[in-house]
């Protein structure tokens, strides 16, 4: 062998030896540098506490050791583009994570997330994009030697164990934030798709969530907006607590189904705008409790068991161009005093199935109003076989007279200006009217 082939055979081994680790390239990189993943599993937990882009060609993962955060993201400016990530930790008290994040204007775009407990937790900052990740929470224990501690897994067996939902993590978790950007993520099995605490001014738009446990759980945070989301086959769509002033605007809670189950769920919160939203086929469409001056504009309520629960301590709500149609049972009061709820917007009511139509003037809204009667209340709740008379002739005898004079003692709310089909069309004709007369002058 040549002495210059023993040379390089040495310097090829040497540098195989010494080959950096992840976390030694990123903390040898200069700042704002873009450090580029080759295909591969790349060891992690690794702490980025530098301004840098960490992008990963096609295959490239970064695994961490099933303890803690695999990536932690410390500092300002930090972008994860196109990688794998897995293997967090399983500690809820500790925060999991397969991305924690508590750096200012993180980037983290066209990711696959898995095989973690919280699949991206945010944590007091501000200015994130969350862009157009795929995140997949953890749903089995693999077997070990050691029986598996009963509160993680559904069983003490030495097997492959579920990780019952209430142990996951979340899909997208943000804590103490503001002005952060949700966008085209699709999020399914973790505990809740996106959860919302003390976090406002931000954004979730176009989201695919499902089978979850909560689409979107979110408490105390106001100021945001969410559209043209779908949260769909999860335990519920949407739960909104104690929270003011969102806009909720072109999204589908669709198929939300179980004991109990809910599109989406408005609890304490005023001052939000509900507008547009399909809210189809769930156990309980639209719910709202001691919750004061929303308005919920032109959404559609259609096939679900119950499609408007209402109750009570709420005033100043305003329904208008909604469409109530096919539910089973369409609103229910279970009782309360909704007498502080409007119906109607400057003569504008919603449309309601099975109303008698009569509108003499054809302008779209039935000359007479409308009361939806609620007889079952609360009943339905603990006995579902009173479903079997919703269509019974009792009861749509009940409604008809009810129609035409207010029952005494009947659980009922009245709206005056309730629409017919071609109040919609009516108004497509007289907009067009006005562009071309706008357009001729």
Not at 146 to 159: A, F, H, L, Q
Not at 163 to 186: A, D, Y
Not at 228 to 242: D, H, K, Q, V
Not at 394 to 413: C, D, M, S
Request: charged share 20%; aromatic share 6%; with cysteine.
């Amino acid at each position: 062998m040549s002495a210059t082939l023993r040379l390089a055979i040495a310097l090829c081994l040497v540098t195989t030896a010494t080959a950096a680790t992840l976390q030694e390239r990123i903390d040898s990189a200069a700042p704002h540098a873009t450090i580029r993943l080759e295909a591969g599993v790349h060891a992690g937990p690794i702490v980025i506490n530098k301004p840098l882009s960490l992008v990963g060609e096609r295959g490239a993962e970064i695994r961490g050791n099933n303890k803690g955060s695999v990536v932690t993201i410390a500092a300002d400016d930090v972008t994860l583009s196109g990688l794998r990530i897995t293997g967090s930790g399983l500690q809820l008290s500790d925060d999991d994570a397969a991305v924690f994040v508590t750096g200012n204007r993180a980037r983290i775009d066209t990711n696959v997330i898995a095989d973690s407990l919280h699949g991206i937790y945010l944590k007091k900052i501000s200015g994130a994009q969350i862009l157009n990740n795929l995140i997949q929470g953890k749903t089995t224990l693999i077997a070990a030697s050691e029986p598996v501690e009963k509160t993680i897994g559904s069983s003490t067996e030495n097997c492959d164990t579920t990780l019952v939902s209430n142990r996951r993590g979340n899909g997208i978790h943000q804590w103490n934030c503001e002005g952060n950007l949700i966008r085209g993520n699709e999020i399914s099995e973790t505990r809740d798709g996106i959860y919302f605490s003390f976090t406002n001014n931000s954004r979730v738009e176009n989201n695919l969530v499902h089978h979850v446990r909560y689409g979107l759980h979110y408490m105390y945070s106001d100021g945001n907006t969410f559209e043209n989301n779908t949260f769909t086959e999860n335990a519920a769509g949407a739960a909104i607590m104690f929270s003011k002033e969102l806009v909720v605007r072109g999204n589908r809670f669709v198929n939300n189904r179980g004991h109990r189950a809910y599109g989406l769920i408005f609890q304490s919160s005023d001052r939000s705008t509900l507008e547009g939203n399909e809210i189809t086929e769930n156990a309980v469409g639209l719910s709202f409790n001691q919750c004061n001056a929303n308005k919920i504009v032109g959404n559609r309520v259609t096939q679900n068991y119950i499609g408007l629960r209402i109750g009570s301590n709420s005033d100043d709500n305003q329904f208008t161009e909604n469409i109530f149609a096919h539910n089973l049972h369409p609103v229910e009061t279970g009782g309360s005093d909704v007498s502080g709820t409007r119906w109607s917007v400057n003569g504008v009511g919603n449309l309601w199935d099975d109303d008698f139509a009569l509108d003499l003037d054809h302008d779209g809204i039935n000359d007479l109003p409308h009361r939806e009667l609620d007889l079952f209340g609360v009943l339905r709740r603990d006995f579902p076989a009173v479903a079997f008379l919703s269509g019974s002739p009792v009861l749509k005898l009940l409604r008809f007279a009810q129609e035409r004079a207010a029952l005494p003692g009947a659980n009922f709310i009245e709206d005056r200006a309730s629409l017919t089909p071609q109040f919609w069309k009516l108004r497509a004709q007289r907009a067009a009217r006005n562009v071309i007369s706008s357009s001729t002058k």
